[in-house]
């Protein structure tokens, strides 16, 4: 159980430690000062990405007003960019673990080159070139988070991986948060003559551009994991190719891995939908300001919440080795459904919509967003091979943001507009801004459609880890034992004898205490 830990967790830690699983929670020592410098520029980075992630939805209604875009128009931008990102991100990842590029130089070539389209991005008027940038804009940015998060896996211990990715979610959510409050106030503006969505996307390309210049300045670049296993960085060509697939077919081998995976195309489908909730709070009556607000603390709450989830994810990790994670995901997730269907199926007091709408926004926040630092980074970080984890966060990007891509952003445009009837009509923006209960019933259900739905089916998946996460971690402490020799050599002086003798015996423990 959660609360008490059994005895067979506890000789596994008396034994070995908290961590079984691929790297047996060894992490290179980088000093605390480069430490904290490493991290912070990698936090910069995952909060330009919430920036980026922000400014579309954020000036949607302002696009729909000055460019007369139906909202289906705006849906498929986004739709494409999710689409090139989740194309380009097993590239980087590949570039990244292959050691081919350094991972430094990848973080400075996707935060300059997305910095220069978005900046270009605010001068189009035309449909399709602003598709165009959008989906080369998706493709720098597919080079930023399984990059960051291959980088933490590598420079962190097992036992405290949660709470570093909760730092990394946390500067994403504040990235949000920051792009909430530029995007909205200033989309409908007029601004030294400028549309005021111009203006947002020229301040956030020149933050990009700004992030890319001082990690470029300031970041050492950090050691891999086992990086002296260099042979397979030679293959080229299909040869890489035909590795990477191999080494992702023998992952989904493991109904953990697997679990994750079809959870996560799932899970972020509500998150990607949720971008319009600051579209859903603008037809409903709110101005841009009280708009923005409530998308700036729907950021801060989740970013906190996200932190909460990594440490929260840690100390159950530490009471249950094995089910405490699993236990962590299923509190969040069905925290998160009735939150969800108050927000969007029920109408608030009128007298205090604002204030119904701030408790519901904190709420959300803080409980439904600890899957993904506290459970599903740490666990897949655990059970992956170091030398592959970029490519692997890589690839589940792709297969995540493809269904997502499609299942959230589409999908609550055709459901709002052609199934639910949403029609934002023409809004003077001088005048005080009305509630339009039509527009606001079309898109209230195709958020509640894309966020309850997937939720019921994550929960399905993370109940399923309480079998499958033990047995994995038996059968990768059963692989370690194939993989070792059998005895020590007879050489003392020999550095692979005194190294090998150790790990044979921990994975030897580690097995049997598994196995009972």
Excluded at 262 to 270: D, L, T
Excluded at 346 to 361: G, H, I, N, Q, R
Aim: charged share 15%; net charge neutral.
């Amino acid at each position: 159980m959660l609360g008490k830990q059994s005895p067979e967790e506890t000789k596994v830690e008396q034994k070995s430690g908290p961590s079984s699983g691929q790297d047996g929670g060894q992490a290179p020592d980088l000093g605390q000062k480069s430490a904290a410098l490493l991290i912070f520029l990698l936090c910069a980075v995952s909060a330009l990405e919430g920036a980026d992630q922000a400014m579309l939805p954020s000036v949607s209604y302002a696009l729909q007003l000055d460019l007369d875009l139906p909202l289906t128009d705006i849906t498929k931008m986004n739709l494409v960019q999710a689409l090139a990102q989740s194309g380009s991100a097993p590239i980087w990842g590949v570039l990244s673990d292959r050691q081919i590029i350094r991972r430094k130089d990848l973080l400075v070539l996707g935060c300059i080159l997305q910095g220069v389209i978005t900046v270009i991005l605010a001068g189009v008027d035309e449909l399709e070139f602003m598709i165009l940038l959008r989906a080369l804009n998706g493709a720098m940015l597919a080079s930023l988070r399984p990059v960051a998060a291959g980088i933490i896996a590598d420079v962190t211990p097992e036992a405290g991986r949660g709470k570093v990715y909760g730092w990394l979610q946390l500067a994403l959510n504040l990235g949000l948060c920051s792009g909430g409050l530029i995007g909205v106030p200033f989309s409908t503006k007029n601004i030294l003559g400028l549309q005021g969505w111009r203006v947002a996307f020229i301040g956030i390309g020149s933050i990009s551009i700004s992030v890319g210049v001082m990690v470029m300045l300031a970041m050492t670049e950090p050691p891999h994991q086992h990086a002296g296993c260099k042979g397979a960085n030679k293959t080229k060509g299909g040869g890489v190719l035909k590795q990477e697939v191999l080494r992702l077919k023998s992952y989904f081998q493991m109904p953990t891995f697997c679990f994750l995976v079809i959870q996560g195309c799932f899970g972020c489908i509500p998150w990607n939908a949720l971008a319009y909730a600051t579209l859903f709070f603008q037809v409903r009556g709110l101005g841009d300001e009280q708009a923005a607000s409530l998308a700036a603390l729907g950021a801060v709450s989740a970013a906190l919440g996200s932190l909460m989830g990594g440490v929260i994810g840690d100390k159950a990790a530490e009471k249950s080795k094995l089910h405490g994670r699993a236990f962590i995901a299923q509190i969040s997730v069905v925290a998160g459904i009735p939150i969800a269907y108050l927000f969007f199926m029920t109408s608030p007091p009128e007298s205090a919509t604002y204030v119904w709408y701030f408790f519901l926004v904190m709420s959300l926040g803080l409980t439904a967003t600890w899957c993904a630092t506290g459970v599903n980074w740490p666990i897949i970080s655990e059970i992956v091979d170091p030398q592959g984890r970029a490519s692997i966060m890589a690839w589940l990007t792709a297969l995540e943001g493809s269904v997502a891509a499609v299942g959230g952003n589409a999908a609550v445009g055709v459901l709002a507009q052609n199934v639910f009837g949403y029609n934002l009509r023409a809004v003077d923006p001088s005048k005080p801004r009305e509630i339009d209960l039509e527009a606001t019933h079309a898109l209230g259900r195709a958020l509640m459609l894309t966020s309850f739905v997937p939720w019921i089916i994550c929960l399905s998946f993370y109940t399923m880890l309480h079998w499958s996460y033990p047995r994995d971690l038996l059968h990768i402490e059963m692989q370690k034992i194939k993989d070792l020799p059998t005895a020590p050599a007879k050489d003392p002086q020999c550095c692979d004898c005194s190294q090998e003798r150790p790990r044979l015996s921990l994975a030897a423990a580690q097995a049997e205490t598994l196995a009972s």
